[in-house]
């Protein structure tokens, strides 16, 4: 089992490209969620998605839009990227339909933003 | 929404001796509070988790001990080894589900 897969690992944009960070789980998990970790910050929600067809906004949504493609991928797209979102991007997913159950995390995305 | 909060920031002890990091939250709905722990460069780990009807939990060298009235909970790890140099994240539920929510982390370090 790959477990919680994320595409790229590293990734350097300049001010306004947009792109899309991939991640796909092979453990038949309900619920998905997207990490930003800053120093000192912690891990920080951007959006999640408790279920197939559903998403909601976590701490930190702005300037991200998600898509729950099927139940086994989610995606996060910026449309315009910012300095500001230099960062470390973790995707993570849980069995239950609820946060009440262990997340398995991706192995981050280092995006740059120039 | 919910906050957690997170103390210490940095925390630095010598090998065999006991390490207590403690976390607060906000939202009484919370129902889950796992602990992670993360190495340099790593994705983090589940190490150790506790539901709001049990008050403490051991496992080895780690346990964990809820207060819900008081509305915090804290990881003690016991007779620390080097390779206990992480970073430490608590997280608590978004209400009683949906997602959770990260403290800023501890940074442990363990000298020999």
């Known amino acids: 089992n790959a477990g919680v897969t994320q595409t790229p690992k590293f990734q350097v944009l300049k001010t306004g490209q947009s792109m899309t960070l991939q991640c796909a789980q092979d453990?038949?998990?309900?619920?998905m969620y997207w990490y930003r970790q800053d120093p000192g910050m912690g891990l920080r929600l951007i959006y999640y998605?408790?279920?197939?067809?559903?998403?909601d906004k976590g701490e930190v949504p702005n300037g991200y839009n998600v898509s729950r493609l099927n139940k086994r991928e989610f995606s996060l797209r910026l449309e315009s990227a910012a300095p500001s979102q230099t960062s470390v991007y973790f995707c993570?997913?849980?069995?239950?339909?609820?946060?009440?159950?262990?997340?398995?995390f991706g192995q981050g995305t280092r995006l740059t933003v120039v | 929404g919910e906050n957690v909060e997170q103390h210490p920031s940095t925390l630095s002890v010598q090998e065999g001796d006991s390490a207590v990091i403690k976390c607060t939250y906000s939202?009484?709905?919370?129902?889950?509070f796992p602990w992670y722990k993360q190495e340099l460069g790593k994705r983090p780990q589940l190490i150790i988790d506790?539901?709001?009807?049990?008050g403490e939990k051991k496992d080895q060298r780690i346990a964990v001990t809820l207060n819900k009235t008081a509305k915090h909970f804290s990881l003690h790890i016991t007779e620390t080894q080097p390779e206990d140099s992480a970073v430490y994240f608590c997280?608590?539920?978004?209400?009683?589900?949906?997602?959770?929510?990260f403290g800023k982390g501890t940074t442990l370090s363990v000298s020999s």
């Open positions: 993570a997913s849980s069995v239950g339909a609820t946060g009440t159950t262990e997340a398995f």
């Open positions: 453990m038949n998990h309900n619920s």
């Open positions: 998605s408790a279920s197939e067809g559903t998403t």
């Open positions: 939202d009484s709905a919370s129902n889950y």
């Open positions: 506790i539901r709001s009807n049990v």
């Open positions: 997280a608590a539920t978004l209400g009683a589900g949906t997602a959770l929510i």
